[in-house]
């Protein structure tokens, strides 16, 4: 037991060392107050060596960046020299991440041990334990759930979708589809879609409205390559991970054929708003395209979940105009956004992705509402745990459940408009 239990340490040590490649990582969190300020932290956000966590906005000016050793004497030097004002939030992120994988590894052992399960909302869970997850819940409720792979990833892995119902058989019910993980980092979001299967499937008498006259497809992991990289190499890895010029990847999120390009995405492969070399060069974004296009017409409901900042965002992305029908997604976002607050007090700021948060065009919520004519698209950004990536296994649960009694809601007005 002793033997058995100094292996598992030396094996996570020698994980946990070669994963970490943030040693001597900053992260700081810029106040900038004036335009100028504004006008620098945008410019730098555009250099591929700073990873703005949440993209700098028009609106507010905090904006939190890591960095890494080298540049760091220079960045400071920089906001010194301009009297912007920060303050750095963690000193040693590599530190930092290395506790935390250690945690999260002894609590995914611990979690499978006794459960026929295998996830848990007590740790973080790899590609291969989620979908085993989908098998299990198809085997066990048949009648209920299957699972489909929908495609795969550049790196050969299955993209699978679950699709729950109540088990009538009638067929073609409207649908609702959500999505989670296009974006490799943001843990909390795969999190947060498979507290949504595991509500609807294995909560299901309590929960059997919601798929009275619905059915939920739901791909809780977009960009599995991505996930993979982040526990395997870089835990901030955002992007898929198909080579790309002299870099490795594309965002997922810039990629869909709509207003493709057409601002707040980049056009050099090494930054991590990457657009890709065309729309939909990436095969993940393909499976997502196909699966909303397969559903135009039933498809009442597009959610796609990411992290970080509390916010219900929809169309548009690509423009500060509004849709016409904006009324009528303000009010389902707005429903979700009550019954979050009312739960647990969690503010979430509601409204369409350029005006609350910034223009960003090839997004995927823009492609559901504007090609696939989902009536309802809404991007939700989970909240921020730890330096915003990387809550610890103990705010898992307390966020997903959240996260849920905000989709419930949302679902609900959804059912009763349409
Ligand atoms: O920038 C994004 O892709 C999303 N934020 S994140 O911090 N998770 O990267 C927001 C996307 C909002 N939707 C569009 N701009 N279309
Ligand atoms: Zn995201």
């Given amino acids: 037991m002793l033997l058995k239990s100094c292996l598992l340490l030396i094996l996570c040590s020698v994980v946990a060392l070669s994963a970490n490649s943030y040693d001597g990582y900053k992260i700081y969190d810029i106040n900038a107050q004036n335009n100028f300020e504004k006008q620098l932290m945008l410019r730098l956000s555009q250099n591929a060596d700073f990873d ?18 080298k540049d760091q004497p220079s960045f400071e030097e920089l906001l010194r020299r301009f009297g912007v004002d920060y303050v750095v939030v963690d000193e040693n992120l590599g530190a930092t991440l290395e506790k935390e994988q250690l945690e999260n590894q002894s609590q995914r052992l611990m979690a499978q041990r006794g459960t026929s399960r295998s996830i848990s909302f007590t740790a973080f869970h790899r590609h291969a334990e989620i979908n085993a997850y989908l098998d299990e819940l198809a085997k066990a409720y048949p009648s209920r759930v299957t699972v489909q792979t929908a495609g795969k990833s550049y790196e050969n892995r299955d993209l699978k ?3 729950i119902t109540n088990g009538d058989g009638r067929k073609g019910k409207n649908v609702i589809f959500l999505d989670a993980g296009i974006h490799a980092r943001e843990w909390i979001a795969h999190a947060g ?9 294995e909560n299901f008498m309590v929960n059997a409205a919601l798929l009275k ?8 992991v977009v960009n599995p390559d991505g996930y993979e990289y982040t526990f395997s190499n870089s835990r901030m890895w955002r992007k898929t991970r198909k080579p790309a010029g002299s870099c490795t ?3 997922g999120n810039r990629n869909f054929d709509f207003h493709w390009g057409e601002v707040g995405a980049s056009s050099l492969s090494c930054v991590d708003t990457y657009m890709g070399p ?3 060069s990436e095969p993940e974004t393909q499976v997502v395209r196909d699966l909303l296009l397969g559903l135009t017409g039933r498809g009442k409901f597009y959610l796609t979940l990411h992290s970080y900042g509390n916010y219900l965002l929809y169309p548009w992305g690509w423009t500060s105009g509004l849709p016409q029908e904006w009324r009528s997604i303000d009010e389902v976002a707005q429903a979700g956004a009550a019954a979050i607050k009312k739960s647990t007090g969690t503010k979430y700021t509601v409204g369409s992705s350029t005006n609350v ?13 504007g090609v696939a004519k989902f009536p309802i698209s809404i991007t939700m950004e989970l909240p921020a745990g730890g330096s915003g990536f990387n809550p610890t296994t103990e705010q898992i649960l307390p ?9 419930r809601a949302m679902a609900e007005k959804v059912i009763e408009k349409y």
């Avoid at 879609?193 to 499937?201: D, E, P, S, T, W």
């Avoid at 006259?213 to 809780?220: G, K, Q, S, T």
């Fill in 52 to 69: 703005f966590f949440d993209l700098p906005r028009a609106a507010d000016a905090a904006t939190r960046v890591m960095v890494q050793p």
């Fill in 278 to 280: 065309t729309p939909f």
């Fill in 357 to 369: 948060l910034y223009a960003a065009a090839g997004g995927s919520d823009d492609y559901a509402f």
């Fill in 249 to 251: 990847g594309t965002d």
């Fill in 213 to 220: 006259d619905y059915d939920w497809v739901i791909l809780p």
């Fill in 193 to 201: 879609a498979l507290y949504v299967i595991y509500q609807l499937a």
């Fill in 161 to 163: 979708t679950i699709t």
């Fill in 399 to 407: 966020f997903v459940s959240e996260t849920w009694t905000g989709i």
